[in-house]
């Protein structure tokens, strides 16, 4: 039995007996509650008191998969966490050029993550040998890699490695991690989503982030069933935002799980005015779950379901038709890939 105060009492000192004195952490942030959540505490451990531990917490963010900005002005501005913004959308759509395969597409993001992670390091580490050359301390070295892995995410990746199949990577666990020169560091690896929740709050997130819908790891890039490109991520996050506007708008956030829109790589036949139109064709997907081990397929009110269809085939070039995903999980899974 343990209280939220203690939890994060205990964490921050277990994160600065761990880091030792200089010890200093990356990481990344996409807009979802634990990866904000684990690096807020981050920031509270080591963050703040760089000048006592001389330690600096650099968070990266991709913003190929979110709304960058967005996510910049939290972080930054209202939770004070330090924050790069290190664009790396062109590397990512490079090494995804032409990737259909669902598991490739994870092995190359969560390497490519890897890849980056290693090089903003190294970066880090060269300005402070040049800061330590121009007189300045001797800083430790950027040793160790944030990760905001829960509880269930543990156990879903153990249970999925049996022996004859792997269902999905869950690229913040396990397998990438093999070859990395960083040490992870998972401040939430106990935890189970609505504690996490609770923890933002203590932590002064605020409260439209704190019941965010989670987001996976690999971003946008397992959301679109065909290749992925910067066109097809732009069709996706327009669809996408529409929807969860809507959602929003109708007061349906907070019962849904997690809401989000798929890009299909399949065309249709439509009619704009008097033409044909021959365009890609978007999913909806909203699921009420405990855990997501298991969960139901949302049932939305007809009339919100159509306002979102509407303006979604009228606000969006590229896609003509809506579809909404009626499967639970299992035999589902929430994400298409
Ligand atoms: P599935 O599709 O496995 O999703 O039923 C269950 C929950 O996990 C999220 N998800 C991921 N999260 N890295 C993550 O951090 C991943 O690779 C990943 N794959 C799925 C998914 O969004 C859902 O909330």
Redesign the pocket.
Known sequence: NWTMEEFIGKEITRIREICGPKGRVIGAVSGGV?STVAAKLMHEAIGDRKVVFETKCRVLLMPIFQTAQQVFDMLNKDLGVNLTVVDASDLFLSRLDGVEDPEKK?KIIGNTFINVFEEEAAKIEAEAEEEEKKGAEAKGRVEWLLQ??LYP?VI?SISFKGPSAT???????GGLLKDMKLKLIEPLRELFKDEVRALGRLLSIPAPLVQR??????GLA?RILGPVTRDQVKILQQADSIYIEEIRKAGLYDQI??A?AVLLPVKAVGVMGDARTYEQVIALRAVQ?ED??T?DWYAFPPAVLKRISSRITNEVSGINRVTYDISS?PP??????
């Open positions: 634990d994870r905001g892995t995410d879903e269902i999905k990577t869950h690229h913040n666990v819908h989670p987001f996976p790891g690999p397992i799980s997690q989000f779950s997501f081990m969960a999980k589902a899974t929430v994400e298409w890939l």
